[in-house]
């Protein structure tokens, strides 16, 4: 039997395409965060400058 984990890592392996669409769950909710910086609404925080997209382009 399957972990959720390993669910997970299979559904990546399926559909790279839902790595850059990232659901993020918080006390403050669910929310898919896209574009990159509604991360730091629903976290409430952010991370430590300079810091870049996977394709590096800058988000602080």
């Given at each position: 039997?399957?972990?959720e984990e390993d669910a997970i890592i299979q559904h990546v392996i399926n559909y790279p395409a839902a790595l850059e669409r990232p659901?993020?769950?918080s006390d403050k909710?669910?929310?898919l965060c896209r574009?990159?910086?509604?991360?730091?609404e629903i976290v409430g925080a952010k991370p430590k400058s300079p810091w870049q997209t996977e394709k590096g382009v800058p988000v602080l």
């Open positions: 039997e399957k972990s659901f993020v769950v909710g669910t929310r574009p990159i910086q509604a991360i730091f």
